[in-house]
């Protein structure tokens, strides 16, 4: 009897601690999993990509040489943009990046050299943390980074939205982002369609903007329901 009671107390107790997830996944399932937007690639697009570009001085970014940030307080980045090289920290770990040729990255742990799998590991961390990390900071300028898809969509009340998949590179290709501007066509957010979030459609603010000494627009961070992502330590310079 005894041990009859203990396991529907503990049955109980996991109905307890899962059912309300359970009904909260299917609320947001119904409620924010939408279908990806059909679109049209063509100049219309294109414009509307330049459009954002130009709100958010594109030409400084491309002019900015040197790029440091901390993202969510966890992994932290010195990257020389116009050398693909860029140094990741976190932990006791640290992996200078080399974006053209990932051979020549190297692995440090408490600052000695790992050549071993482990610093293969470490470097291919490295390399999926900086393709997450840095999308985040500069994903606005990346619209017409090879292989990417821009397609003009109309929404529902007949404001323009930009369609941006990316078809290769990266960590996920096939995702796609739909970014939304304000007035001035400064993206205020982008809705989601990625590999790695079970509901399509989530959408993240782009805000807090701030302006590095290049001149650069990069943002401090995004709300995403009731989670955030924040960017600290921002320095760009020439």
């Not at 040489?65 to 993202?71: Q, S």
């Not at 017409?144 to 898809?149: A, K």
């Not at 066509?185 to 603010?205: A, H």
Request: aromatic content about 18%; glycine content about 6%; hydrophobic content about 35%.
């Amino acid at each position: 009897m005894k041990v009859k009671k203990t396991f529907k107390i503990i049955t109980g107790f996991i109905v307890f601690l899962t059912l309300p997830s359970i009904l909260f996944f299917v609320f947001m399932f119904f409620k924010y999993n939408d279908d990806l937007p059909t679109g049209e690639q063509g100049q219309q697009a294109d414009a509307l990509a330049y459009n954002m570009l130009d709100a958010l001085n594109y030409d400084a970014y491309k002019n900015t040489n040197y790029l440091e940030w901390t993202f969510k307080r966890k992994h932290h980045y010195k990257w020389k943009k116009n050398e693909s090289l860029c140094s990741v920290y976190w932990e006791d770990y640290k992996v200078d990046l080399n974006l053209n040729d990932k051979a020549l990255s190297k692995a440090y742990v408490h600052g000695f050299n790992i050549e071993s799998d482990m610093g293969k590991d470490l470097i291919k961390k490295a390399i999926s943390y900086f393709n997450n990390d840095s999308f985040w900071l500069v994903a606005p300028y990346k619209v017409f980074d090879y292989g990417t898809e821009r397609r003009y969509v109309t929404q529902y009340n007949g404001d323009p939205a930009l369609l941006v998949t990316y078809t290769k590179g990266g960590s996920t290709p096939g995702d796609s982002y739909l970014w939304l501007f304000d007035e001035s066509g400064k993206p205020k957010s982008f809705k989601m369609w990625v590999s790695i979030l079970p509901l399509k459609g989530l959408e993240s603010s782009w805000s807090n903007w701030t302006t590095t000494e290049s001149g650069a627009m990069l943002p401090t961070f995004h709300n995403i329901f009731f989670l955030g992502i924040e960017i600290t330590n921002i320095k760009g310079t020439y």
